[in-house]
């Protein structure tokens, strides 16, 4: 299967696509220009935030969640953005993609810039503004999803080039971490989705595809897309039935690979889960 280009190669670093129909459509980042994209129609507006935009989720009571360069922000409903109160103030780590849990809390993890092994971490934002470690010693923090009944974790920490599950704890977080896949001839797995059967769609960044694995990890299918750097993967439209896809021009040859940075989008003949809210 082969995906499909929907917008020109806007974006020095697509990622995070993100589908909620209080937006009125589909949301993503260009991550380090510090921009939120929407598509509208045939055409893409930009807003810009603040120096890194990490991730977002849609809040309960409209706007949404947003990772920033070290910590979140939350966004009202008539559009207004308020940072909340850094976690940490080193320069040089970053956060990278994020994802809400079945309770409502929106977790985010972070990266060095520099890719430094272990300097990382994945954070917890309850619905209350409280701030929590839930992981430690993490390189790039990526991918991060639920299973359908909210009883396992999926998640990326890229240079270990497996896709890890959890079981998942509403109140103590994640358990017994194991490998669903490794991935094979050094993939490096980014952002992921889960869909309606329990499948995993993880983006595998130095491939130019996504490859869909059965909770098992057999591999059940490829997507192939028309640009080497692919970071994330979403779900959307009306009937979740559309696979919408990220790429990426950082550190690429955009000569040679002219339609890195673009929007794909494609018909997987299955369907993806409502996204998860911001309880907060």
């Given amino acids: 299967m082969r995906a499909e280009q929907i917008t020109d190669p806007l974006a020095y670093h697509g990622e995070g696509p993100a589908w909620s129909p209080s937006w009125g459509g589909l949301r993503w980042v260009d991550m380090l220009a510090g921009d939120i994209l929407t598509l509208r129609d045939d055409r893409v507006d930009r807003r810009h935030v603040t120096e890194v935009v990490a991730a977002l989720r849609p809040r309960r009571g409209g706007g949404a969640v947003i990772g920033i360069e070290r910590g979140f922000a939350l966004e009202d409903p008539d559009g207004h953005i308020t940072a909340l109160p850094e976690v940490w103030t080193q320069s040089d780590i970053r956060m ?7 309770q409502g809390n929106f977790w985010c993890g972070s990266m060095a810039y520099d890719q430094s092994p272990g300097a990382a971490s994945l954070y917890r934002l309850s619905p209350e503004g409280r701030v929590e470690v839930m992981l430690e010693g993490v390189t790039i923090s990526n991918g991060l999803e639920w299973s359908p009944d909210g009883s396992l974790t999926y998640y990326n920490d890229t240079p270990t080039g497996q896709i890890a599950v959890f079981d998942f704890d509403p109140d103590g977080g994640l358990r017994n971490r194991r490998a669903l896949v490794e991935l094979p001839d050094g993939g490096r797995p980014d952002g992921l989705t889960v869909d309606s059967e329990g499948c995993v769609w993880v983006a595998v960044v130095n491939r130019g595809a996504v490859h869909r694995y059965r909770p098992d990890g057999t591999l059940d299918g490829t997507v192939e897309v028309g640009a080497g750097k692919v ?9 979740l039935d559309r696979l919408f896809i990220t790429t990426s021009q950082e550190n690429v040859d955009t000569a040679a690979d002219p339609l890195a940075g673009a929007l794909f989008v494609a018909e997987v003949g299955v369907t993806g889960m409502p996204l998860r809210e911001f309880a907060g």
């Fill in 231 to 239: 970071t994330a993967c979403a779900f959307g439209g009306d009937n």
């Fill in 96 to 102: 990278n993609e994020g994802g809400c849990d079945p």
